[in-house]
């Protein structure tokens, strides 16, 4: 209201400066027309003043908000673009370790398909050994055989092979006399003929077992075989001897006492005990 009198004023003055004298009435409600509209223009221009600070604000306030949500955004990206570069070197590291395996593994498998193929040749090598030795004792087998046919025939001498393993038993009728642990003259001669097989085996051991019956040592004999122990024992012993003294390496001689607890037979009929009365000679691996 204040800006409009004012106006008036100016207009009034003006208007008097000019003409030098008093105005008309019709010029002064013009000039007062023209100072309305010029104060509502004001006033629009006010009004739009206003509106356009009021947009400026609001404009203001979102270019602070987007302006945030970019630094915001800004740092979302430098994190994501950190998190990649660990992710990176993390599967960069693991894809290492991965090929650093794989390397390992594959020369682990290379190692254990040359230890395979040195496995598998010496298995084929110590087959072939085995086979030879399994020969040789059938070769024995069948020297022995063929060598005591006549014994073996009179039912003195049995001889078996199982699994490479060879056995000559013979009775004691065909060594010994009865109580005697002595070799007999015709128990000499059977055993010749076993070392002249015997002394060309090099790659066994010659195991001599005494074995008897279960009938107890009486008499005065025991004085010298309380039982049947020292019996088999000193029976073993001497055809040990023999064989030794017949050029075989005592090395590979060994005599063992089974006196009447390894029997073959009963002990309740003669025929039994007769079984059981016996030197074995064994073909055992050396130890």
């Given at each position: 209201m204040l800006n409009r009198i004012l106006l008036i004023a100016a207009v009034a003055l003006v208007s008097i400066s000019l003409n030098g004298c008093m105005v008309t009435k019709s010029t002064y409600l013009k000039k007062v027309a023209d100072a309305e509209k010029l104060d509502q223009d004001l006033a629009a221009l006010q009004k739009q003043y206003k509106a356009a600070n009021a947009e400026n604000d609001g404009l203001k306030t979102q270019l602070a908000k987007l302006t945030d949500e970019l630094a915001g955004a800004n740092r979302d990206r430098e994190k994501l673009a950190t998190d990649n570069r660990d992710l990176q070197q993390v599967l960069k590291a693991k894809s290492d370790a991965l090929s650093k395996n794989i390397v390992d593994l594959r020369q682990r498998i290379a190692d254990v398909e040359a230890e395979n193929a040195k496995l598998k040749g010496d298995v084929a090598t110590l087959q072939k050994v085995k086979e030879e030795k399994v020969r040789e004792v059938s070769k024995t087998y069948e020297q022995l055989l063929d060598k005591m046919k006549n014994e073996i025939a009179q039912g003195q001498v049995t001889i078996s092979e199982l699994k490479g393993k060879?056995?000559?038993?013979?009775?004691?009728a065909i060594l010994f006399d009865s109580g005697k642990a002595e070799v007999k003259p015709g128990g000499l001669t059977v055993l010749q003929k076993v070392v002249d097989i015997l002394k060309n085996v090099k790659d066994k051991s010659i195991r001599i077992e005494g074995h008897t019956d279960n009938v107890p040592i009486v008499g005065t004999l025991t004085k010298k075989y309380?039982?049947?122990?020292?019996?088999?024992?000193?029976?073993?012993?001497?055809?040990?001897?023999?064989?030794?003294?017949?050029?075989?390496?005592?090395?590979?001689?060994?005599?063992?006492?089974?006196?009447?607890?390894?029997?073959?037979?009963?002990?309740?009929?003669?025929?039994?005990?007769?079984?059981?009365?016996?030197?074995?000679?064994?073909?055992?691996?050396?130890?």
């Open positions: 060879l056995t000559v038993n013979l009775v004691e309380p039982t049947n122990w020292e019996l088999s024992a000193a029976r073993a012993i001497n055809v040990s001897r023999y064989l030794q003294q017949q050029g075989i390496d005592p090395a590979n001689l060994s005599a063992v006492a089974f006196g009447e607890y390894k029997p073959v037979a009963v002990n309740s009929t003669d025929e039994g005990r007769a079984k059981n009365r016996r030197i074995e000679i064994t073909l055992v691996p050396k130890e």
